[in-house]
């Protein structure tokens, strides 16, 4: 998160070449899988970053990712930060100011529209993560438009979205968006608390005059946590400040209230994707502003047929009833053209459960008056602190441990975060070493493989999962009891005693306790 991210960004952009940027905290493995499907000729890297209790060395894990990687970079330009100078290697690695200072200007290569910007991996429903391809033109007229229509911004004001260059909120509206409109883009190296404190987006708004702040409900969480009666808030000059933007989870309606409350400026819950580049759904600052329903990410975006198809008959449910959203085709400009180096892949993926629609993955509802309720995905994919992660990536990584026989990681509610994963583990027979150790290795082994981001912290041992006849593990289930929600037995449940089981080991872990309660 420090500007030579974006110039690189904007450098490759001007040059008619394709980027792909890769958020920090992902392991070399992960980042070894995107070198692999992308076969990047540069690679441009920080020797390092700074998170709130440590400094984490970013050049051992690009090293480690080239050395596992097929495919070898040309290549790879080091910008040297203080905090941790990083070992070069001679005849591969450069450095960005040495480079800077002996370069010349270079004019704009025209490309096509539909020539490929960038490709922004993402999780899928396996361990591979998924290319989404942004094209040129389609990205310009999108953002541009969404600058002045959703947000209300217009060339010279002040803008701000707290979050990562590394996730697609950040390539659309920390750098694409704003500067698109001829915005100011403030880039922060921090967190919403511990950087140095819960007031620290307060003191950015106020010194920059930010009109409009964009992050995730997970970063006005921690914030409302640490400071619950917004005492930090009363300390700085907000009069700029005209409203604030929530996506890349669900906005719960205890956060919504906290921040109008809080801020007396309206609050927008808008609901998107890696793949569609901005909202499917929202409220339109800049057009007409619709009244706020908690939980709604309010109406479809212009250019967005959305509607809610039965899984099954793929037809339309009455409205009002939980379906599948899916977007009749054709999609609206700068949304996903298709998956890197795997057509066969989107098609798949997107466009072949529902024929003449793009499926999005989440189910939700439209209420009688348009309103969109996104509820859950109808994928493995769950949604930590904003951050998009495959629980399936998470077993595949747990089932490769020698102890391991079989596995499940669901996604439980979490006050902060909004979601953790949690893992059940079988032993293989015959293992009689002490199950905190393994558990102790699992965890390290998926901060090890996928990156600390997975926020992977809380396995257990249980001596079966709960199963439907033909085998397939009941992660809903399991989900449904630990976050005390009301489940249904499964017709298809192989033994219904197993779910008692799981209780069990969900109440030792800290999850399903009120049920307990109830008894
Ligand atoms: N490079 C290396 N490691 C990183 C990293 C990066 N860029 N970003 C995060 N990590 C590490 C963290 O250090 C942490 O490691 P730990 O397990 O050793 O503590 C782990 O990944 C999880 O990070 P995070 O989810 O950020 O948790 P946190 O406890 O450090 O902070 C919040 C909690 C709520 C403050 C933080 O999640 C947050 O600011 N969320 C806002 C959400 C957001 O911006 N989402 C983007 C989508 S819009
Ligand atoms: P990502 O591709 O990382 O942006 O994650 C996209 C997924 O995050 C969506 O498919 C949803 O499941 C979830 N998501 C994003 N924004 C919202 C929102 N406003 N409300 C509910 N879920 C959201």
Redesign the pocket.
């Known amino acids: 998160m420090i500007p030579e991210a974006v110039v690189a960004m904007l450098a490759c952009a001007r040059l008619g070449a394709i980027h792909s940027v890769v958020?920090?905290?992902f392991a070399a493995n992960e980042l070894a899988v995107r070198i692999n499907d992308a076969k990047p000729k540069v690679i441009v890297s920080a020797s390092c970053?700074i998170?709130?209790q440590?400094i984490?060395p970013y050049k051992p894990l690009l090293d480690e990712a080239i050395a596992m990687a097929d495919a070898k970079p040309e290549l790879c330009i080091i910008k040297q930060r203080p905090m941790e100078k990083a070992e070069m290697i001679s005849g591969r690695d450069l450095d960005w100011d040495e480079l800077i200072a002996g370069a010349t200007p270079h004019d704009c290569v025209p490309v096509a529209a539909t020539d490929p910007l960038y490709i922004l991996y993402t999780s899928g429903t396996t361990g591979i993560p998924k290319g989404v391809v942004r094209d040129n033109g389609g990205n310009v007229v999108a953002l541009k438009w969404t600058m002045s229509a959703i947000y209300n911004m217009q060339a010279g004001d002040v803008w701000w979205t707290?979050?990562?260059v590394?996730?697609v909120?950040g390539h659309s509206y920390i750098v694409y968006g704003p500067l698109f409109k001829g915005c100011t883009t403030i880039l922060f190296e921090g967190?919403?608390?511990?950087t140095p404190d819960a007031g620290v987006f307060w003191r950015i708004i106020s010194d920059h005059k930010v009109k409009a702040l964009f992050?995730?409900p997970?970063?006005f969480?921690?914030i409302k946590r640490e400071d619950p009666n917004a005492e930090e808030m009363k300390k700085y000059d907000l009069s700029s400040f005209e409203a604030l933007f929530m996506?890349?989870e669900r906005l719960d309606p205890d956060t919504l209230r906290w921040a109008e409350n809080a801020l007396g400026v309206p609050v927008i819950d808008h609901w998107w994707q890696t793949e569609t580049g901005w909202a499917i759904a929202g409220n339109f600052l800049g057009l007409y502003k619709f009244p706020v329903k908690e939980g709604s990410a309010t109406k479809p975006s212009p250019g967005w047929n959305l509607q809610v198809l039965d899984p099954t008959a793929k037809e339309p449910v009455p409205r009002g009833e939980i379906g599948a959203l899916v977007a009749k085709l054709p999609l609206p400009p700068g949304t996903l053209p298709t998956l890197w180096n795997n057509d066969e892949g989107f098609l798949n993926s997107y466009l072949k459960e529902f024929p003449g629609y793009y499926q999005t993955g989440d189910a939700g509802y439209i209420d009688e008056d348009g309103y969109v309720f996104v509820m859950t995905r109808t994928d493995d994919i769950i949604n930590?602190?904003?951050?998009r992660l495959s629980t399936g990536a998470m077993e595949e990584v747990l089932a490769d441990h020698p102890d391991v026989a079989e596995c499940a990681v669901v996604g439980v509610e979490d006050s902060?975060?909004g979601q953790v994963p949690i893992g059940f583990l079988v032993l293989n027979a015959g293992v009689s070493r002490d199950p905190d150790e393994i558990i102790k290795e699992v965890i390290q082994m998926v901060r090890e493989r996928i990156?600390?981001?997975a926020?992977f912290k809380k396995a257990t041992v249980v001596k079966r999962l709960p199963k439907t006849r033909s085998g397939k593990i009941l992660r809903g289930t399991i989900q449904k009891i630990a976050d005390n929600k009301p489940y249904r037995m499964p017709a298809t449940i192989d033994d219904p005693a197993i779910l008692g089981e799981m209780e069990e080991a969900l109440i030792k872990l800290g999850y399903a306790k009120a049920r307990e309660k109830e008894g």
């Open positions: 958020f920090g905290g970053g998170e709130v440590r984490v707290a979050s990562d590394g996730w909120v967190k919403p608390v511990g992050t995730a997970t970063a969480r921690a996506a890349g930590v602190a904003g951050h902060l975060k990156g600390p981001i926020s």
